[in-house]
């Protein structure tokens, strides 16, 4: 619950312009934020290297700047993977629900959430965001906003809007729990015909929004002039929330540090190692090629220039006769009188190999350095090591850390979504009676398709349960279906009410030769398929598989009980037909 009145914020937001205040971690959280975006994304990555350069002069890292191209952002874009994997994993839990009957409400605030990030859902946008400001911003806020609007005809439409750190000046939390943030923003404003820089502080209160916008009237702070604008968002809570998984130590967990920071130690090394690679192969290793050459032979030419200063028209400057320089060019020489003046072509020019030890002794070692930056990451070199040398002992382990390193991520992740649906509820008066649960599993199975379809045999094979092999095809599918959310959703279902699910087909109809099942089950698993497109048939608005389980349930019996009907109509009708056509022939 906010504690802070919007009278208090007012007094607290005038006296953070007038003083220019930030908070106490601010200079450390922008630092590094900048730090991480130049190795993230490589943009101005080489005023990191010029504080290891230290004994170059200006002129000879200017040549550096020129040749180098860092490996660190496509090394550390391969990292992400394991997090994009875990982001686009199915939750075990994802309930939204309402008190009572409210499946009207629980249909519109999905639509809310699928159109979070313009025509994309807040899982897509979080699927992005959530990882890339993990790396290169923790300390970002994610702000839900929305628009100004009608609220006779029309609702709050909620997006997102990110505050970076440098942005989110100032902000206090009490017990984990977010009191105020405030936000300055660069604008522009029109001091009569002229357009100027200035400033706009936004302070979110929850039950109340301040707007402090630089202009060329109004009140007067620090010398400058602010319009102030109120609104009322009327929410329980800051509708903020950090993306930081990792608390950092270095400010006793008041704020976060990237996902990669752990490695940075070796990123740094990295930095050396691959400038100092880029510059040798530039500058040495290629073939040196020595040759004797004649003095240039036009008339006038002393090296290079003629009498009058300017420079010769034949040798360019060079002071020597021009040579083979492409291949389309031919050397000619004049023919001696005397063959014993000929000279051995042969020994005219010379080509030098470069020694490529050192060069491989850093190739290597830039590799060893990539591998280590997974491995540190994720505890483990799972995506780095030959499978073919790992033991199934190991595997195991490496898996099991890598789902140790991924589980804060996860959790946090659900907490963020949580924390975002509950705004989104909020502005659009469908926080009533509202309850949300969101989870992913413990183990993220981390399998290829060919290591599960090998694991699906082995439990048919040996007899297992018929809920482990149900698990293993749950697996499956995510697989098969990972870019067809819709069609997933739609398997899930079908698999959940199917009655013999795991069963083998020879099983199944053993099952049911011997009247070892009910009717109902008989029935729904003989007509599965075409009981459901009756009803996706029927239930096109809303869409079938957006409805709650509970009432896919209800449905699906009442269907089933139709065919029953249908179907055992249809046969005492034939048996009724049968039993007249036997009357009339045998006059019985």
């Keep these: 619950m906010v504690k802070m009145k919007k009278e208090e914020g007012e007094v607290l937001l005038r006296k953070i312009i007038t003083d220019e205040l930030k908070h106490q971690d601010y200079r450390r959280v922008v630092d590094l934020a900048e730090k991480y975006y130049k190795l993230k994304t490589g943009d101005g990555i080489e005023t990191l290297l010029r504080r290891i350069e230290t004994r170059v002069t200006d002129e000879e890292f200017e040549q550096i700047k020129k040749i180098y191209r860092s490996i660190i952002p496509s090394t550390l874009n391969s990292t992400k993977l394991p997090f994009q994997k875990a982001a686009r994993k199915q939750p075990v839990v994802r309930m939204i629900d309402y008190e009572g009957d409210s499946e009207s409400k629980k249909l519109e605030l999905e639509e809310y959430i699928k159109s979070y990030w313009g025509d994309k859902s807040l899982e897509e946008f979080l699927e992005y965001a959530f990882i890339d400001y993990n790396y290169i911003d923790p300390n970002a806020f994610l702000v839900t906003e929305f628009d100004a609007f009608d609220p006779k005809t029309e609702k709050a439409k909620p997006y997102p809007f990110v505050a970076s750190s440098e942005e989110a000046i100032m902000f206090q939390y009490d017990n984990e729990i977010l009191e105020y943030l405030v936000v ?174 050192l060069l491989q002794f850093d190739s290597d070692y830039l590799e060893k350095l990539e591998k280590k930056i997974q491995a540190k990451m994720f505890n483990a070199d799972l995506y780095t090591r030959s499978e073919v040398a790992t033991t199934a002992t190991e595997k195991i382990l490496e898996t099991d850390n890598l789902n140790d390193t991924l589980y804060p991520f996860a959790r946090t992740y659900s907490a963020v979504w949580e924390f975002v649906v509950k705004d989104i509820a909020t502005f659009t008066d469908l926080a009533q009676g509202l309850m949300l649960q969101h989870k992913f599993p413990n183990d993220f199975k981390f399998k290829t398709l060919s290591d599960l379809m090998i694991e699906l045999k082995a439990a048919k094979d040996a007899g297992a349960s018929t809920s482990t092999i149900a698990a293993i095809e749950d697996d499956i599918n995510e697989i098969l279906y990972s870019d067809r959310p819709e069609a997933l959703k739609e398997m899930r279902i079908k698999n959940q009410i199917n009655p013999f699910r795991g069963y083998s087909e020879a099983n199944i109809r053993f099952i049911i030769s011997q009247g070892n099942t009910t009717k109902y089950n008989r029935t729904l698993w003989e007509n599965l398929e075409s009981i459901f497109q009756d009803l996706e048939v029927e239930n096109q608005n809303p869409w079938l598989y957006d409805l709650s389980y509970e009432l896919i349930v209800e449905k699906v019996k009442a269907k089933t009980a139709e065919y029953i009907e249908l179907i055992t109509g249809e046969k005492d009708a034939d048996m009724a037909k049968y039993e007249a056509q036997e009357t009339n022939q045998f006059g019985r």
């Excluded at 100027?196 to 402090?212: N, Q, R, S």
């Excluded at 990669?260 to 530039?282: M, N, P, Y």
């Design 184 to 357: 300055r923003l660069p604008i522009k404003y029109m001091d009569g015909d002229m357009e100027k820089e200035g400033e706009k502080y936004t302070m979110y209160l929850g039950m109340d929004t301040i707007v402090f916008t630089q202009s060329a009237t109004g009140e007067k702070l620090n010398n400058k002039f602010f319009t102030v604008e109120y609104f009322q968002p009327k929410n329980e809570k800051v509708p903020a929330v950090r993306f930081g998984y990792i608390r950092d130590e270095e400010t006793k967990g008041r704020t976060f540090v990237s996902a990669f920071h752990c490695v940075i130690g070796l990123l740094e090394k990295t930095l050396k190692i691959d400038s100092e690679l880029d510059l040798s192969c530039a500058m040495v290793a290629f073939p040196q090629r020595f040759r004797y050459v004649t003095p240039c032979k036009n008339l006038g030419c002393h090296n290079g220039y003629l009498p009058d200063g300017k420079e010769c028209d034949v040798c360019h400057g060079t002071g020597v006769q021009p040579f083979h320089k492409g291949t389309q060019d031919v050397v000619k020489m004049a023919l001696p009188r005397n063959p014993e003046e000929m000279l051995d072509l042969e020994k005219l020019a010379y080509d030098h190999s470069p020694d490529i030890d």
